[in-house]
């Protein structure tokens, strides 16, 4: 499953921030769910699914708290609002990305010790 959120600036004018802050944890979210997915079908991979765990919930934090650091009230805060979505979307997409590829070749990602394998 895949998340696909396009927000255009207009959109993100109108979405109360509530929203915003939901569909950021919801990237996320959907991150860890298929991490512990990959763990269940492919036990060997349980490695690589914390440290996708761990960097998804790292880049959580992060971009929460360039969220929460930000009141968002100016209109040219559409823009940078925008772009703060798009990078978490893109981030999350990145994991999900490397889950696809470790559930295709479990051997390799088993195999593969922890400091050789980035996530």
Do not use: Y
């Amino acid at each position: 499953m895949h998340l696909t959120c396009t927000l255009t600036t207009k959109s993100v004018s109108l979405l109360p921030l509530h929203h915003i802050q939901r569909a950021i944890h919801a990237f996320f979210s959907e991150v860890n769910e298929q991490a512990l997915q990959l763990m269940m079908h492919h036990p060997e991979c349980e490695a690589e699914a914390q440290r996708i765990v761990r960097k998804s919930n790292s880049l959580l934090r992060q971009h929460i708290g360039t969220f929460k650091s930000n009141p968002w009230k100016a209109p040219q805060d559409s823009a940078a609002l925008k772009k703060l979505c798009q990078e978490a979307q893109e981030d999350s997409l990145k994991l999900m990305q490397r889950i696809q590829q470790a559930a295709a070749n479990p051997a390799a990602f088993a195999a593969a010790r922890p400091d050789e394998q980035n996530a």
